[in-house]
């Protein structure tokens, strides 16, 4: 009996596979790490060929946990968005690296093209700004860059990551879903199709470009895992968090602290105005019906505590960072903007470059450390003012993401947002909202909120601070933050 369904999670650092039972119970997991590639400062390239073998191997040990591809009812994928792959259509191979979302090389043509004025084009269109971050921008490089790319002719196919899973997977279906395509800065938000004056901005033919279809749906079967299985959900990683947050109303907001931090306000099915350089997104789309929402991006959260492990070898692990926290009593002065590959929401700064400053011969590796860990609630905190100010003040915040294991830095955000923060038990929330959409697309459930049944238990954390002790952290935070927009400016 197909009592299971199979997500691929295709993440920054890992691509991993799990399964689901319908009633949200993980019935399985395993994941392999993705090499990063930084060739030049500012750049960040994933192995295309890669991302697709590790794919294929966590998918072929989960059927086989599960015994055999019966027990399975359907393939739900959800991903890193933004980042591009390049590939030859007819053998099937990556033609470049692929450049993912945290490279900054396409920050000059952002400039070129903010300086001849197409920046309020973009945003009235797409919801998005011109930044590097965006995959638009970043195929405009390569296309400019990489002549391998205009050889391959019309054999050039482009896509986002879950483009190229359902490829490789279908053996040539060519489609990416609507909250992946809002990411790419091409997509005209209240269409939801490709707009042909921002594809040519870029230098693109539609014809190079996927077709976008719903995130929950049929899309096309796989025969690589030992049977035939259909794939049915496709869905960015952050959205698809999202969903498995419940967060299925108006209001209701998320954050994922992952490589990065991505905070999502639900905004219904109109899409959202930033005055504020938020980013207006597509949280879903079902049956053609789009819902939105309103995003602040993060660029640099677990990354940070990677950089402090791998680069610094301040620490030995991710999880010593919470004892260290605790170790001390306050950040004894020591702030940390980690600006490491820019600043994004609300400064938005692609030169904008990290700092740790109010050092003196008192403050320790714990100060240091801990630092680090505040600033992921004082960068949330910076967008839970433009949130507010946008009209979508946050009432309480449901968290994931592999940092939200650290108790400490849970009840850091709740203390200083002043808000409850609620973190579900069962933290793979990416996955489970891609298993949600593939459960609706298969036909276990006729629509999210009915998916929304396997979502389990949360914790709670709430506000412990006092108020004085908040001002002087986040003061402290603001002169650290406005000091690194200088220099950048400068
Ligand atoms: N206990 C912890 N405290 C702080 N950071 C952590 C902890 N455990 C994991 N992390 C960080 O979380 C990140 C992994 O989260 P994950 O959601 O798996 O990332 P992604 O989906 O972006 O690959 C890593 O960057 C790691 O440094
Ligand atoms: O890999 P994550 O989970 O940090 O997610 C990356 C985002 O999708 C980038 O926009």
Not at 304 to 326: N, P, Q
Not at 460 to 487: C, I, N, T, Y
Request: one cysteine or more; hydrophobic letters at 40%; a negative charge.
């Amino acid at each position: 009996m197909s009592e299971m369904l199979l997500v691929l999670d295709e993440g920054t650092t890992s691509t991993r596979a799990m399964l689901f039972d319908r009633s949200g119970a993980c019935r399985g997991s395993h994941a392999e790490m993705l090499t990063q590639h930084y060739p030049q400062p500012g750049w960040v390239e994933h192995d295309a060929a890669e991302i697709w073998d590790k794919t294929l191997q966590c998918a072929r040990r989960m059927v086989d946990h599960a015994g055999g591809v019966d027990r399975i009812a359907a393939i739900g994928i959800s991903n890193q968005r933004e980042t591009v792959v390049f590939w030859d259509r007819e053998t099937g191979e990556p033609l470049a690296p692929a450049i993912v979302w945290q490279d900054r090389r396409a920050a000059p043509l952002c400039r070129s093209l903010r300086t001849a004025g197409e920046e309020g084009a973009v945003q009235a269109r797409t919801g998005l700004l011109l930044d590097p971050y965006f995959s638009g921008p970043k195929i405009a490089w390569a296309m400019q860059e990489w002549p391998q790319l205009a050889e391959a002719g019309e054999r050039l196919a482009i896509g986002t990551v879950e483009s190229w899973l359902v490829w490789k997977l279908t053996g040539g279906l060519h489609v990416t879903d609507a909250t992946n395509a809002s990411r790419t800065a091409m997509m005209a938000l209240g269409s939801g199709s490709w707009d042909d004056g921002l594809l040519s901005m870029f230098g693109v033919d539609r014809s190079m470009m996927p077709e976008i279809v719903d995130s929950a749906g049929q899309f096309g079967t796989t025969d690589v895992l030992g049977g035939t299985l259909p794939i049915c959900s496709i869905v960015g990683d952050q959205q698809a968090a999202a969903i498995g947050q419940s967060c299925l109303d108006k209001g209701d907001s998320k954050a994922t602290y992952g490589t990065g931090a991505f905070v999502l306000t639900n905004s219904g099915t109109t899409p959202p105005r930033s005055r504020n350089r938020l980013l207006s997104t597509v949280a879903w789309q079902l049956g053609g019906k789009r819902s939105y929402a309103l995003e602040g991006s993060i660029f640099v959260a677990g990354s940070l505590v990677k950089w402090l492990r791998d680069s610094v070898g301040m620490i030995e692990s991710a999880e010593e960072t919470e004892a260290l926290a605790r170790s001390v009593d306050d950040n004894g002065g020591v702030y940390c903007v980690p600006a490491l590959s820019g600043i994004g929401a609300p400064w938005w700064e692609p030169e904008a470059r990290g700092a740790i400053s109010g050092l003196s011969f008192s403050a320790t590796r714990a100060h240091i450390v801990r630092a680090a860990l505040e600033s992921i609630a004082h960068q949330t905190h910076d967008l839970m003012g433009v949130f507010a100010a946008d009209g979508a003040a946050w009432s309480g915040l449901r968290i994931d993401g592999g940092m939200v294991a650290n108790d400490w830095m849970a009840q850091d955000l709740s203390d200083l947002l002043d808000l409850p923060v609620e973190r579900p038990r069962f933290a793979e929330t990416t996955a489970l909202g891609a298993a949600m959409l593939a459960g609706v697309g298969c036909g276990w459930f006729d629509d999210l909120y009915q998916a929304s049944a396997m979502r389990g238990g949360v914790d709670m954390f709430e506000p412990q601070m006092v108020k004085s002790q908040r001002r002087k952290r986040l003061d402290g935070w603001q002169h650290a933050v406005q000091s690194v927009l200088g220099a950048a400016h400068d």
